[in-house]
C-alpha cells in the first residue's frame, strides 16, 4: 500500500515562500511520476505542476511557472514543492498525488493519478 504524507504548509504573508514535502512509502517511488494538485475553497482540484519519474522532465501550469520548481529525490522517497512569490490566489490545500503507469507523458488530469496524499493547507494574506 503506498502513502504519501505532505508537510510544509502554513500561513505566510504574499510575496513569501514556503517549502512543501511529500514523502512516500510502500511502493517504488522511482517509478512514479509525481504531482502536485491544489483545491481552493468552492473550486475544482487543479493541475500544479509534475516531475516525470525517468528523466525528470517537469510540466507546469502556467498560473505558477516561474514561481514554483518541483524537485524529488529518488534516494529518500520525496517530492519538494519550493513555492517562491506567493499570491493570494495559491491559497488552497495542496495534494501530493502519484502515478503509477510509467508513461511517457505527464499528465495534468487528477484521474491519472493513482495515489494521493492527505493535503496540506496553504494559506497567502494579502
Known amino acids: 500500500q503506498v502513502q504519501l504524507v505532505e508537510s510544509g504548509g502554513g500561513l505566510v504573508q504574499a510575496g513569501g515562500s514556503l517549502r512543501l514535502s511529500c514523502a512516500a512509502s510502500?511502493?517504488?517511488?522511482?517509478?512514479?511520476?509525481m504531482g502536485w494538485f491544489r483545491q481552493a475553497p468552492g473550486k475544482e482540484r487543479e493541475f500544479v505542476v509534475a516531475i516525470h519519474w525517468r528523466n525528470g522532465r517537469t510540466s507546469y501550469a502556467d498560473s505558477v511557472k516561474g514561481r514554483f520548481t518541483i524537485s524529488r529525490d529518488n534516494a529518500k522517497n520525496t517530492v519538494v514543492l519550493q513555492m517562491n512569490s506567493l499570491k493570494s490566489e495559491d491559497t488552497a490545500v495542496y495534494y501530493c498525488?502519484?502515478?503509477?503507469?510509467?508513461?511517457?507523458?505527464?499528465?495534468?488530469?487528477?484521474?491519472?493519478?493513482?495515489?494521493w496524499g492527505q493535503g496540506t493547507q496553504v494559506t497567502v494574506s494579502s
Open positions: 498525488a502519484a502515478d503509477r503507469t510509467n508513461q511517457i507523458v505527464i499528465y495534468t488530469t487528477s484521474e491519472k493519478y493513482d495515489y
Open positions: 510502500g511502493g517504488t517511488f522511482s517509478r512514479y511520476t
